[in-house]
């Protein structure tokens, strides 16, 4: 009976465990080449700009709000005229005229 198990335990050593080793060099292998591909991607989208939080340099910061500032100015001046043609007090939308364009002078 013992060499009934000897002989089982020899046999299923010599053939599982180069077979187990195959196998579990083949995962070893997917997850490394998942994982370069991730880090390969990774890169790329930090070289582009993006996977970031908040990656604009100040000088964009400043060419957004000036951006934003000339058209809010846009919008109230087509507003001022409209309301010069109707008749109405301008005076508030000139003060607000006024501060964004010497926010756009900066």
């Known amino acids: 009976m013992k060499l009934n198990k000897i002989l089982k335990l020899s046999l299923g050593v010599l053939i599982f465990f180069p077979l187990s080793l195959i ?8 997850i490394f080449t998942e994982r370069f591909e991730y880090e390969i991607s990774n890169d790329n989208l930090l070289a582009c700009g993006g996977g970031g939080g908040g ?6 910061k400043k060419a957004a709000k000036a951006k934003k500032a000339k058209a809010k100015l846009s919008f109230k001046k087509r507003q001022l005229s409209k309301m010069a043609a109707a008749g109405e007090s301008t005076t508030k939308l000139e003060a607000e005229i006024a501060e964004l364009e010497a926010l756009l002078a900066e």
């Open 23 to 30: 196998v579990s060099n083949e995962i070893h292998a997917n």
């Open 55 to 60: 990656g604009s340099s100040p000088a964009a």
